[in-house]
């Protein structure tokens, strides 16, 4: 199979695993002329590396293109170049500098030499004269995540992938107030896309196709404040710049919402098909430690970032289109983004706005702390969230039928459901989970420990929650863990349990006891969880069981 062959026949793939709305949208669109790739190239005039990670990074291995390494790297790489062409040296490029360490990636893109290096052909533009070189690496790192990434709908014009035209449509709502907000805004407007710009501030777009709004607006009829999202209606996509809704829980083919009721109520109640989160994890950083602590230990992320081996980075390889359609259009069209580091390696920071404009977005009232204007979760909604996790998830789960006495397939299903949209209970995935949630965090904290197969434990959930929802503070984290499963049973090793449902406790991060119970209220868990807020040490007789 020829290069070329192949690269169409990934376009064809492109546009299938892109989502639609399942109805139809009243929306903008737009044809974008998709440039020829130049086919000879002379040497490289600049070369930059930019580091990915966070949110970003976790966006665009779920909706970008490919990726090179494992996912276990915490950041991902991507090298751009500058040069000119041999038939006219005065015509500046840019595109995307291939990992000569993985040859797969080449097998499955058209590259094109440079001299010293070789480049994707798919990510090829043009610089317009007035664009400086430097401006144009930044602009396409930049637009790589936030916009391209997030491009509702995309497909050949006719259907056919030898066009040369592409079309895209859809409606988009991009969350913040920031630069990069606004960078992101105007060039999805600039490709066609019907965009709202949400903000607390008063963010400066520049395209016309931006409609600019609060969180909240006022009802005409009610009088009452409505949610931004319940403004637009149905829309495909939402670029969240100020925060991460995934809440960086584990993301598998059995949790694809990241534990998020936000990401499910978004797909479910708005047609919402792709949440991207930018936020760096600079930006997470300042968001975790406050303005006291977080910007230091930020600043000390993006060195070490800048400075990391890229053998350690995940490789990213834009999707098809990228080059000739999305950069060549922000680019003619003068919708840039400049970066004001002159590094070799530049790794996107934080900024001081975006933690006041996180922080300060008014919440819902229903107490989750979700910020207002995002979908919430309503009565009504469970039983239909429900009935999607249970065809999602009835193939995968089998726990049952094994493990006498246990609940069914679909007591399973929905108790995975139940935990998922708690929000009085912190939900603990494995040892680098209760790491993160607890250990690194210091936190006073009592961790329920069930498996999906225990109905005593399914009876204890409720009266835990109401526990948790009556005695949880930030002072007093209440936590839930599944102990099935390889990853489970590290847990559980890890905790020294060695049978459920059971109750460990932590104070400053560190196991302070465990208190074995069959039900609740209990009267050993309590005194626990008083000597533990009271200072005193652990009782070792409430280890027994109850």
């Known amino acids: 199979m020829t290069p070329r062959i192949k690269a169409m026949g990934l376009l064809a793939h492109l546009v299938l695993i892109l989502p639609t709305a ?72 840019v595109a995307v500098q291939t990992n000569n360490n993985d040859n797969n990636a080449a097998a499955n893109y058209e590259t094109i030499s440079m001299g010293d290096v070789d480049v994707y052909a798919h990510t ?51 969350v913040g107030g920031n630069d990069y907000a606004c960078f992101v805004a105007d060039g999805l407007a600039t490709l066609g896309i019907d965009v709202s710009l949400v903000s607390t501030g008063s963010p400066e777009a520049k395209a016309g196709g931006v409609t600019v709004m609060k969180p909240s607006d006022l009802d005409e009829d009610t009088f009452e404040e409505i949610g931004f999202s319940t403004v637009v209606g149905q829309f495909d996509s939402l670029i969240d710049t100020i925060s991460n809704e995934r809440k960086g829980m584990l993301i598998s083919d059995d949790n694809l919402y990241g534990g998020s009721s936000v990401l499910q109520l978004l797909q479910l109640k708005h047609q919402c098909n792709k949440y991207i989160s930018t936020l760096t994890q ?29 053998s350690r980075c995940t490789s990213l390889v834009p999707s098809l289109g990228f080059g000739s359609a999305t950069l060549q ?25 975006d933690f006041w404009e996180e922080t300060s977005w008014p919440r819902d009232s229903s107490g989750t702390g979700i910020r207002f204007g995002l979908p919430v979760q309503e009565e009504e909604d469970l039983d239909e969230l429900f009935q999607r996790e249970q065809e999602r998830l009835q193939t995968r789960i089998r726990v049952g039928n094994e493990m006498g006495g246990g609940m069914d397939d679909t007591e399973t299903t929905k108790q995975l459901l139940i935990d998922q949209q708690n929000p009085y209970v912190t939900q603990i995935v494995g040892v680098d989970g209760l790491a993160q949630e607890v250990i690194s965090k210091r936190k006073d904290c009592v961790v329920f420990v069930a498996m999906r197969s225990c109905r005593t434990c399914k009876g204890i959930n409720p009266v835990f929650t109401k526990l948790a929802r009556e005695r949880g503070s930030d002072e007093l984290m209440f936590a839930k863990a599944d102990a099935t499963g390889a990853t489970g049973k590290a847990l559980g090793k890890q905790l020294g349990v060695a049978s459920v449902p059971s109750f460990v406790l932590f104070r400053n991060g560190v196991r302070y006891g465990a208190v074995s119970a069959s039900k609740l209220p209990s009267k050993r868990l309590d005194q626990a969880l008083s000597d533990l807020t009271g200072g005193k040490d652990f009782d070792p007789s409430l280890e027994e069981g109850s």
Not at 139 to 152: N, Q, W
Not at 338 to 351: F, Y
Request: some cysteine; hydrophobic content about 35%; overall charge positive.
């Open 22 to 93: 399942t109805k139809a949208l009243q929306t903008s669109s737009s044809f974008i002329r998709r440039s020829n790739p130049t086919s000879s190239l002379q040497a490289v005039s600049q070369k930059r590396t930019f580091i990915i990670d966070g949110g970003e990074l976790e966006s665009f291995l779920l909706h970008g293109g490919e990726s090179i390494g494992t996912a276990t790297n915490k950041a991902g790489s991507l090298t751009l170049v500058t040069g000119t062409t041999q038939e006219d040296p005065s015509q500046r490029i």
């Open 124 to 174: 090829i533009a043009n610089i317009p004269p007035k664009v400086t070189d430097s401006v144009a690496l930044s602009t396409a790192a930049a637009s790589l995540v936030g916009i391209h990434c997030a491009i509702p709908k995309v497909g050949g014009v006719g259907g056919s992938d030898n066009s040369n035209d592409v079309f895209y449509t859809g409606k988009a709502v991009v």
């Open 282 to 310: 600079s930006q997470q950083i300042v968001k975790n430690e406050g303005v006291l602590w977080g910007p230091g230990k930020a600043n000390d992320h993006v060195k070490k970032m800048e400075s990391m081996s890229l």
């Open 329 to 353: 259009t922000l680019l003619d069209n003068n919708v840039l983004f400049s970066i004001k580091s002159n590094n070799p390696t530049v790794s996107r920071g934080w900024a001081l706005k």
